[in-house]
């Protein structure tokens, strides 16, 4: 097997090699309402995970503002799971948002839960609301937008 450029560190861009990408959207099918200070989750070192339309998947927020490839993140905030309306890219430091209000960036990506899905983090400073306490409802929206500043 070949070695991971992200990992050995000899991929070279500026600061990111996605250049530009399509928003990726999904639609909220499970409100959560759950807090965890233990949770000892452990972020890939992948800045990028490809997704299909129709997977499923937890949204998680931190607000450790350190999270990110590699991290282990212990103060979570349980916030939905989502279907894919479309297929395509995540990457982190995508701008996230929930019925266009944003609510964070993307931290990560952590396979416990693999194969049945993944969970997804999102580091806020200002969003640390369970689905329940943001008032969010079935159907409501998530948005991954590419930031090319990240």
């Given at each position: 097997m070949s070695p991971d450029p992200y990992k050995d560190l000899s991929i070279k861009h500026p600061p990111?090699?996605?250049?530009?990408?399509?928003?990726?959207?999904?639609?909220?099918?499970?409100?959560?309402h759950a807090k965890n200070d233990r949770r000892a989750l452990e972020i890939s070192p992948y800045p990028s995970r490809a997704f299909q339309k129709h997977e499923v998947h937890?949204?998680?927020?931190?607000?450790?503002?350190d999270a990110g490839p590699n991290a282990v993140v212990n103060n979570v905030i349980?916030?939905?799971?989502?279907?894919?309306?479309?297929?395509?890219v995540l990457w982190v430091g995508d701008t996230v948002e929930v019925?266009?209000?944003?609510?964070?960036?993307?931290?990560?990506?952590?396979?416990?839960?693999?194969?049945?899905?993944?969970n997804i983090i999102v580091k806020s400073d200002h969003f640390l609301k369970?689905?329940?306490?943001?008032?969010?409802?079935?159907?409501?929206?998530?948005?991954?937008?590419f930031n090319p500043t990240t």
């Open positions: 990111n090699p996605c250049y530009s990408k399509i928003p990726v959207i999904g639609t909220v099918n499970t409100l959560l937890e949204l998680i927020i931190t607000p450790e503002m349980y916030f939905c799971f989502f279907e894919m309306d479309n297929s395509g019925d266009g209000v944003e609510i964070g960036t993307l931290a990560g990506y952590d396979f416990t839960h693999l194969p049945n899905h993944m369970t689905g329940k306490e943001a008032g969010s409802s079935l159907g409501s929206k998530i948005k991954f937008t």
